[in-house]
């Protein structure tokens, strides 16, 4: 019986931190509730709100020593201060995040991810926050030149991404390399074991300024919608992400977050 009381109470009160960190707690509600839960309200931490990402994408996400640095873990961290929480970043294999998110070990996935109606099935999207473009990497001397000289290469790409679906659909399973990072598509790249990248043109202009000898396409293979995922149903979420990236868009701060990470040309 002391055990059932005991994982009440744990339940309870991370109900309560979770409500607290959602910034729903109303003030009604806290003159009303009982004592005990007002004192281990005091005990409870800042709650953390976690996002599930992968950070080797830069200049979304990426890591600068042991930090998390970029564009979506700056945003993230202002709309967690809108929400009353402390940010805690999970970082993970891209391919992973949705999944995360769908068991609750997470609260949301950011990682400069598309919106694509399969992804919309299996969670739900805030609105957008940026805009990305497919785009195609090649060696400097490359003979391919345009997205219709890509038939019959071999590809590289970040597994799961959606330059992997667009590539594996358009040209054929069997000519994607799927590597677990972008970057070590680039390495493939230039070690010759692929003719191209195919990856998000602000990495792949990352990654183009760190390797020598490589060029992005002056083609758009596809252009998308980057956004936030919850899991499905968790509309109280999905609410206040979205009302602070409302607030945070209407007072400049993403647009300033962006425009420190991407210099205009
Ligand atoms: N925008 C692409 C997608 O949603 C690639 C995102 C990869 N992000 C990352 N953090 N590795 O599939």
């Known amino acids: 019986m002391k055990k059932i009381i005991a994982l009440a109470l744990v339940v309870i009160f991370s109900l309560f931190a979770l409500v607290a960190c959602n910034g729903t707690e109303d003030v009604s509600d806290a003159e009303n509730a009982d ?12 709650p953390t709100l976690k996002m599930a990402t992968n950070a080797a994408f830069p200049p979304y996400e990426y890591k600068e ?9 700056e945003i993230a961290t202002a709309i967690a201060a809108e929400l009353g929480c402390t940010l805690e970043i999970v970082d993970m294999e891209f391919d992973s995040i949705i999944t995360s998110v769908k068991q609750n070990e997470t609260d949301f996935g950011m990682a ?5 109606d399969e992804r919309k099935e299996e969670v739900d999207f805030t609105l957008s926050y940026a805009t990305g473009v497919q785009s ?11 997205i219709d000289d890509l038939a019959g290469k071999k590809i590289g790409v970040q ?7 667009y590539a594996s659909g358009d040209y054929g399973e069997e000519n994607v390399t799927k590597y677990g990072k972008g970057a070590d598509a680039v390495i493939a790249l230039k070690g010759g074991d ?12 990352a990654f183009v300024a760190e390797n020598e000898g ?7 293979y596809a252009v998308e919608d980057y956004a936030i995922a919850v899991n499905k149903g968790n509309t109280e979420l999905l609410n206040k992400i979205n009302t602070a990236l409302e607030k945070l868009t209407a007072d400049g701060t993403i647009d300033g977050i962006i425009a420190k990470y991407i210099k205009a040309e």
Do not use: Q, R, Y
């Open 194 to 205: 692929v003719d191209a990248v195919i990856i998000d043109n602000e990495p792949a202009k």
């Open 65 to 73: 020593g042991e930090a998390f640095v970029g564009i979506d873990v």
């Open 112 to 116: 400069g991810m598309t919106v694509t």
């Open 136 to 146: 195609v990497i090649v060696g400097a001397n490359s003979e391919i030149a345009s």
């Open 159 to 165: 597994l799961g991404t959606t330059g992997d679906i």
């Open 35 to 46: 004592t005990t839960v007002d004192t281990s309200a005091d005990v409870v931490e800042t």
């Open 214 to 220: 490589l060029k992005i396409l002056d083609t758009e």
